[in-house]
T-cell receptor, first 115, second 107 residues
Framework: DADVTQTPRNRITKTGKRIMLECSQT?????MYWYRQDPGLGLQLIYY???????NKGEISDGYSVSRQAQAKFSLSLESAIPNQTALYFC??????????????FGPGTRLTVL | RKEVEQDPGPFNVPEGATVAFNCTYS??????FFWYRQDCRKEPKLLMS???SGNEDGRFTAQLNRASQYISLLIRDSKLSDSATYLC????????FGKGTMLLVSP
């Protein structure tokens, strides 16, 4: 099945470390997104990319950066991790060619803990 | 005003019950409307899109009122497996997710 995968699935790190979360998809979708989810809060958009040469900030991009290495790959970096970046991170994809092009498909998530 | 507002619940219902969730959104330019389901510590999964004319998928019925900026989800004949958090999602070029409404279906 075409899928969205995320690595690692779980990560514990220390304050100040650089961390990269990776997302790959085999759906052939052109659009990719990174979200974080904190307990009791909704999904918050960090960054999104509508194609390989397009990168856009979401509502909470401070402290994060992204790279769209190929249509199928979108990575999220925390340059210097801090404890309040402890959260569940989701990657998602969508296909602008579909009639319901905004429908998003999510990866399984990465649980990040910053000590 | 928050962009997408939902009652957090939890809604505790017995099997077989009918339950309704509501959602309001603030951006009148929104063009896309969805209900997603999220199980504990798992990724959100699309439950159904919501169309202006209303739409039904088995036991699930979704309604959209653009004038009132209001979306609803009706679940009939609740099953234990319906226990989850239901996310109201609204958007245009990107999507905005509500915090979700938790549903607990008991035997």
């Amino acid at each position: 099945d075409a899928d969205v995968t995320q690595t690692p699935r779980n990560r514990i790190t220390k304050t100040g470390k650089r961390i990269m979360l990776e997302c790959s998809q085999t759906k052939g979708h052109d659009r990719m997104y990174w979200y974080r989810q904190d307990p009791g809060l909704g999904l918050q958009l960090i960054y999104y990319s509508f194609d390989v040469k397009d990168i856009n900030k979401g509502e909470i991009s401070d402290g994060y950066s992204v790279s769209r290495q190929a249509q199928a790959k979108f990575s999220l970096s925390l340059e210097s991790a801090i404890p309040n970046q402890t959260a569940l991170y989701f990657c998602a994809t969508s296909d602008s060619r579909l009639a319901r092009g905004n429908e998003q498909f999510f990866g399984p998530g990465t649980r990040l803990t910053v000590l | 005003r928050k962009e997408v507002e939902q009652d957090p619940g939890p809604f505790n219902v017995p099997e077989g019950a009918t339950v309704a969730f509501n959602c309001t959104y603030s951006n009148s330019a929104s063009q896309s409307f969805f209900w997603y389901r999220q199980d504990c510590r798992k990724e959100p999964k699309l439950l159904m899109s919501v169309y202006s004319s209303g739409n039904e998928d088995g036991r699930f019925t979704a309604q959209l009122n653009r004038a009132s900026q209001y979306i609803s989800l009706l679940i009939r004949d609740s099953k234990l497996s319906d226990s989850a958090t239901y996310l109201c999602v609204v958007g245009y070029s990107t999507l905005t997710f509500g915090k979700g409404t938790m549903l607990l279906v008991s035997p």
